[in-house]
């Protein structure tokens, strides 16, 4: 369940640097929400192809088995949910931190120079 939440993580990502090859003058959010709706597709397909033999596990699987797809189809929703909503607003607010202090690092050595 981890792996499917970091592989579509790294899809996003991954779309994310091509869209920054070739839109360089979009600001960052931008980049980001675009690379988000062009994989979002891609996301949600990949996650129902799943959850649909784990529904069918747990309705027709018997005890055991409707517990443990049970656990599955919360990690699922929890994963798919992850790279979608946590991981790029994560990756926002790092980049404004990296800014942030990349802007001071500028200005202290400008001042250090004078």
Do not use: C
């Not at 747990?58 to 797809?69: H, M, T, V």
């Amino acid at each position: 369940i981890i792996g499917y939440s970091i592989n579509n993580t790294i899809v996003i990502l991954d779309r994310l640097r091509e869209n920054i090859k070739f839109k360089t003058r979009e600001p960052f959010e931008n980049l980001v929400n675009m690379s988000i709706n062009q994989s979002l597709s891609r996301t949600i397909n990949t996650a129902l192809t799943t959850i649909i033999p784990i529904l069918t596990l747990y309705f027709f699987g018997g005890n055991i088995l409707s517990d443990f797809a049970l656990a599955l189809f919360i990690g699922m929703v929890a994963g798919t949910y992850s790279s979608i909503f946590i991981a790029s607003p994560l990756l926002l607010e790092w980049n404004k931190i990296f800014q942030k202090h990349q802007r001071n690092t500028i200005i202290s050595v400008k001042k250090g120079k004078k």
